[in-house]
């Protein structure tokens, strides 16, 4: 499959922002690419899910080193079916946004890794950190999701920045009611900057 | 460049079939794509040099500022030291056996360590000669002198004591060396706490190590069994004779620093009851308040779902508020053990539901002292950082009141001085930098762990380009010296065998230092022990054991 031919293919259904370069196209070229070049079956539990991602090698996106693990070796995320994209926006740290086509049943804490937005995830997507919270940008949507449990209050309840509408990026999966989804990364709070003291 | 991604993106294999020479081929791939990062503003070297950084400890906040560090100064080569043989501080020795799930960060670790660009250098300490008899120590003027940047993550490996008396009666426990024994630190692996004298524990302090310590009091030992917990804190607890845990706070419930999670553990701990609060501290109007104080007071309400009982075999807790610890007492027939502990009753100002509310002794009566009895008792009122011997020669700032490296709130060193025109300045302190526990005191889980250390990489880089940004160069160490003469663990490790007939180094000779390949042998040997016996890992606690897998 010549390069030409992806891009034409994969363009229409990535509707990227025009901050994004050529390179990075490629990036998501790749990764829809390998994804579908080597799938493995997505892990509907969360406890499948945490031993799938203990990757045992250390592989990375280009971009930046050591940046997020690569949706091409989790092997959970799954590129759309034609006709069946569903879309979702990440507002990220900068303000820029980030819309993507995904498959139903991904969670958005793969979707942001997979696509090497500033997402940790440091417990593995196992609902026991609070480092993928994400903010939903519209009460709409948020109250089409399922509520969280407890343990996700719970976690979110320790968040930077908790809003009203604020989840745990790993506790959401898309769903076709999700279409449209925009979420926003929360700012990282900081104690005291250099300039205080200057 | 399209084309050189999808060259090294070609190998259509499954990611668990992926051999390690792919990954040398991956890395080869990074430094051809590297010139395209548009987002990449920090140069790897300044005036030629590269940037060479040493992490003091390989706990989270060691592990994250070198992740960030590295992402963020492309070819940055980081050095990190640790005391023991074994990576991961807290994370493999302070995160409870039962909450693996917090451990999952390690594969991130993992990934960092796994960089060319990283050396891990275990069993080897610096300043502070080791705690244990095979490790190495190096001067930290020593890693002064060979890097351009250190980051100080050594963590709070001592803890607060109350300063009352019959604090050294048998029976009296520092909760984090309980900790550090039930997780397999060697230096606590002795530790044997007694569990057998009584059916009463109480834990003075009421964070959440407080809580995992009445949880491992409390919880089934079956299910501990199957954790990575030491098998000697298995023996011991299933002897436990201990069934009824006070958690004692100075304070009420509005202003304890456990966190929601913790307790719903414990409420959920099947046949364990929890004894109901005092609802006088508690605001009437709960949905006044903010949404964590709500949601973790609904759930304090609420109680366990097994009712307290006098079933004689019945575990329970509770959580005993406004009770400062005065004393320790021996009993009669026992002298020297522990019996009871003694509290002052405390009143809170400006009131019990105002979370800053400060705790004052209530006015003398005949109610204003209790006491508990105590078959044993955890003082758990907070870790404790120490600076390094070397920081008081070096004029290292250490703030000994909050047990922190004097830092501008990012992680620089700083600290603030009277200059000659009595104004009050930051001094600096070139390439010194801190993270984690040490830098912003003993609190917050591994996330708040992860965004300081983050926010500590952030200033490094940015000092680091400073030059590129803005003209200005921020002054680093060695910067004097040639680019290539500051050479990292290569010119300590030189300088260490070099002056082995002095007096002031010599120890990495003789001891064994282990790189990440030692340790990545290390955890094998540990987790097949633990598949023998059916769990993920057994761990070895000595530090002649960690070695003797090295051969």
Redesign the interface.
Known sequence: MS?PNLLAQTLPILRLTSRR????I??HV?CY??AT??P?PAGPSRALR?TA????????I??????V?SA????HIQPPKPGEELYVTFIDKEGAEHKFAVSKGDNLLDIAQANDLEM?G???G??????CHVIVMDQEYYDKMPEPD??E???L????G?QETSRLGCQVVMTPELDGLRVKLPS???????K??? | MVLVRFAWARPCVPWRSLNASFSVFTFRSLSTTQSIQSDSSVPAARDGRQFRLAVIGSGPAGFYTAYRAMSKIPDAKVDMYEALPVPFGLVRFGVAPDHPEVKNCQEKFEEVASSPNFTFIGNVSIGTKSDHPDGATVPLASILRHYNAVVFSYGAAKDRKLGIPGEDLKGVYSARQFVGWYNGLPEHANLAPDLTQGEEAVIIGQGNVALDVARMLLEDVDVLRKSDIAEHAIETLSKSKVKRVHIVGRRGPMQAAFTIKEIRELMRLPSVAFHPIDKSLIPPDLKSLPRAPRRLMDILLKGSPTPPSDASNQKSWSLDFLLSPTAFLSSSTDPDHLATTQFARTTLTPSPFDPNAYALPSPPSSSSTTTLPSAITFRSIGYRSTPLPEFAPLGIPFNDRWGVISNDGRGRVRHEERGADAAMAMGAFPGLYCAGWVKRGPTGVIASTMEDAFSTADAIAEDWATRATSGRVVPFLNDDRAPGEVRGWEGVRAEAFTSSSSSRGGAVEKARVVDWEGWKKIDAAERERGRRVGKEREKFTSTQDMLAVLG
């Open positions: 390069t370069t050529t390179g990075v490629a990036l790749r690419t390998q070049a080597a493995l945490t991602r203990r990757s045992p090698l250390a592989v990375h280009p971009k930046r080193p050591f940046s693990s091409v070796f989790h092997g940790e440091a417990c593995g196992s609902c026991a950190c609070s480092t407890d343990d209050n719970d976690m309840d320790l968040a930077f908790l990282m709070t900081r104690n005291l900057q250099s205080d003291f200057n």
